[in-house]
C-alpha cells in the first residue's frame, strides 16, 4: 500500500508545512538523497508543542510531541516532493529533546515519530536513529527532529 493511501487509512490529517524560521532551505536534495531541516511539534493553529520533559510535559505527552514533529516532518516532505509516495526510505532521524538534566527517556520520546513513520512507511520508514536531549531548544519547544530520507527519481 502506498503511504499516501496509509495516510488515508489510518485517518491522519497533516499539519500545513511549517514555515521557515530562518535562513535556511527545508529541504535538500543531493542525488536521491533528502535532508529535512529541524522541525518542531507544528499544530494546525500554527502554535508549537512547548514545555521541558521531566519538568512541565510527562514521557507519554513526549512522544505526542515527538508525534506530532512527525506530522509536520511528513507535511513538509509531501509540499516539497509532491507526494509521500516518492519517499524510498527513512535513512536516519536525529531527535533533540528539552529536557531537565534528570531526564533520561529520548529515545522513548523519539519513538513518536518513529511509529509514525512506521505506520506510514511500513519497515521502509525505520531508519537509523539518534535521541538526545538539549537545555533548550528555538522557541521553548518540546521536541526537534531532523531527517535524511532517500525518494525515488
Request: include cysteine.
Amino acid at each position: 500500500m502506498s503511504a499516501e493511501n496509509r495516510i488515508v487509512e489510518l485517518g491522519i490529517e497533516l499539519p500545513p508545512a511549517p514555515p521557515k524560521g530562518g535562513v535556511y532551505k527545508p529541504v535538500v536534495f543531493t542525488g536521491q538523497l533528502a535532508y529535512v531541516s529541524g522541525h518542531g511539534p507544528y499544530l494546525n493553529d500554527g502554535s508549537y508543542i512547548t514545555g521541558k520533559l521531566g519538568a512541565d510535559l510527562d514521557l507519554s505527552a513526549g512522544q505526542a510531541a515527538a508525534r506530532q514533529t512527525g506530522l509536520a516532518l511528513l507535511a513538509t516532505i509531501r509540499n516539497e516532493l509532491g507526494s509521500l509516495d516518492r519517499v524510498k526510505r527513512v535513512i536516519k532521524l536525529l531527535g533533540m529533546v528539552n529536557a531537565t538534566p534528570e531526564f533520561g527517556e529520548h529515545p522513548q520520546v523519539i519513538n513518536g515519530c518513529s511509529e509514525l513513520f512506521r505506520d506510514v512507511f511500513g519497515e521502509d520508514g525505520v531508519g537509523a536513529r539518534s535521541a538526545v536531549g538539549m537545555g533548550s531548544l528555538p522557541g521553548k519547544i518540546a521536541v526537534e527532529i531532523e531527517a535524511i530520507i532517500e525518494v525515488h527519481p
